[in-house]
């Protein structure tokens, strides 16, 4: 909505400036919410600029500040027509145009920082429950992929999946044996930060939060984590330290079938849409004294990220366990595997413990 500005001066103008270089003060009694308008003694309004050559966005000018505009008719704004540029208020954000040189000032769009970014970022749940707290040296949040970032230093703040709103669910009851999603949000009028969680659905988590629930005032977020739920609905136990969650391992796989070419298989049980890999454990076997199993696990059928579990079976059914880490996910919540042996009957298992988003 336009903010209309209007001031008399001890001389009145007769008419409108025909040349630029005209200033003009007078005290806001209104702040702007978005452009804005000038109309000084009664005669007809012109849109005011910021210095960056933009209408205004909003802020700029200040209720209770000094407001000092000068006219401008030229070919860099309103199209050679009359305007009003507004070279300060007290109090007042100041609108700059976009820096080209190191020295110069930015504007709030060109600040660095990749959403989501974070630093010792740690989330701990020792028993399964509704609540949880997460902590961060640093966190970067922003109003969409490309807009406005901003910081939040010494973050700690609660979810409760009981509750709906800033700390709990955006809407509804959270999933059962499923995922949630973890997003940091901040009001930057307030300065409110606070966590939001949605439920997962058929798609992977966007890196700012998309759904049609987010709190009044909230309009920059960044996903933070994606957490799993118990039976009940409450976060399962677990440990993240920045983009890694850690939990106890849950058994995804378990084939006696050879594959002398990469199989695929589900590891949806354990890993969420949107996570980029995983690692775990993974243990190959045979059914008879002296025979070899050839075991190995990869992240696409072209064997991107594979580690091989290889066993000799000194006595029947005698298997070999080894960890595993980075498994690339290239197929959303899946993984390949290999398996081959001379003789007996061979047997290849895989659990994961945890997951990176």
């Not at 050839?294 to 059928?301: E, F, L, R």
Request: charged letters at 5%; aromatic letters at 8%.
């Amino acid at each position: 909505m336009t903010t209309a500005y209007v001031a008399s001066n001890q001389l009145p103008m007769a008419a409108l400036p025909t040349v630029g270089g005209i200033f003009q003060r007078f005290p806001a009694t209104v702040t702007n919410t978005g452009d804005a308008t000038y109309a000084p003694d009664g005669l007809a309004a012109s849109p005011i600029y910021g210095l960056g050559g933009q209408p205004l966005q909003g802020n700029e000018i200040v209720a209770g500040g000094n407001v000092t505009l000068v006219s401008y008719i030229g070919p860099l704004l309103n199209s050679g027509n009359l305007c009003w540029v507004l070279l300060d208020c007290t109090g007042g954000a100041q609108q700059v145009a976009p820096a080209v040189q190191s020295q110069q000032a930015v504007q709030f769009g060109q600040v660095a920082g990749v959403v989501g970014s974070a630093r010792n970022l740690q989330l701990v749940v020792a028993t399964a429950s509704n609540s949880a707290s997460l902590t961060a040296d640093e966190i970067i949040v922003e109003t969409a992929l490309g807009g406005l970032r901003y910081c939040l230093s010494s973050f700690s703040q609660t979810i409760n999946l009981a509750t709906t709103g800033a700390g709990g669910m955006d809407a509804g009851s959270a999933p059962a044996t499923g995922f949630v999603a973890l997003y940091a949000i901040y009001n930057p009028a307030t300065k409110a930060a606070a966590l939001l969680a949605t439920g997962l659905a058929s798609t992977a988590p966007p890196n700012t939060y998309g759904g049609g629930h987010m709190p009044a005032g909230y309009t920059a977020s960044a996903l933070l984590s994606i957490w799993a739920t118990n039976s009940s609905g409450q976060l399962a136990v677990g440990y993240q330290y920045d983009r890694t969650r850690e939990f106890p391992i849950v058994d995804v796989f378990s084939t006696s079938t050879s594959a002398s070419t990469p199989t695929i298989f589900s590891i949806a049980s354990a890993v969420p849409l949107g996570a980029k890999s995983f690692g775990g454990t993974m243990t190959s076997r045979n059914s008879t004294a002296g025979a070899g199993t050839a075991a190995a696990i990869m992240g696409s059928a072209s064997g991107i990220g594979q580690t091989n579990c290889n066993s000799s079976a000194g006595s029947a059914n005698f298997g070999v366990s080894i960890g595993y880490k980075n498994v690339p996910i290239l197929v959303p919540q899946t993984a390949y595997y290999t398996m081959s042996a001379s003789t007996g009957g061979p047997g290849f298992q895989v659990a994961v413990g945890s997951y990176t988003i």
